[in-house]
């Protein structure tokens, strides 16, 4: 059987379902198979985790992994980063840093705050605004008023 980006991510769901936990050495077997996968791809796949509605009781754990996956592998971003930062925005789960790290690393700090700065002005509800604060806090940048970034 060929692995893709996509067996992983069900390998992924299958890992959290019985394990609960992380599990470094999966994560290693993981990172060895998606580095020989297209870019896109894998970045379409881990992405998919971020935007994914099925699985709200285990958010956490699925975007866990897949962050630390996206941090590995750096595969490269899309160009429209505000559309791709708005997509997860609603799914993110707050305490995974590793997706705003992610985008700091694949695009640049400039164009995260960017994109997130033309999302905040167009927000739609105070759920949006809490999940931009926390995806600043994440990059460890001022509010734009210059007061100290603190948990939302």
């Known amino acids: 059987m060929t692995w893709t980006g996509y067996t992983v991510v069900l390998k992924l769901y299958e890992a959290v379902d019985t394990a609960r936990r992380v ?3 999966k994560l290693e077997q993981w990172i060895s198979v998606l580095r020989r996968r297209p870019g896109d791809e894998v970045f379409n796949a881990l992405i998919g985790v971020f935007r994914s509605t099925d699985r709200c009781r285990n958010r956490y754990l699925d975007q866990e992994y897949a962050g630390r996956l996206l941090l590995a592998l750096e595969p490269p971003c899309p160009v429209d980063i505000e559309a791709t930062i708005k997509h997860v925005l609603p799914t993110w789960d707050y305490s995974v ?8 690393g694949a695009v640049g700090r400039e164009r995260v705050l960017q994109a997130l700065d033309a999302l905040r002005s167009c927000c739609s509800s105070e759920e949006e605004e809490r999940a931009i604060k926390t995806f600043r806090y994440w990059l460890r940048v001022p509010n734009s008023d210059g007061t100290a970034v603190s948990t939302p």
């Open 23 to 25: 599990d470094t050495q």
């Open 97 to 104: 840093e590793q997706l705003p790290q992610y985008f700091d």
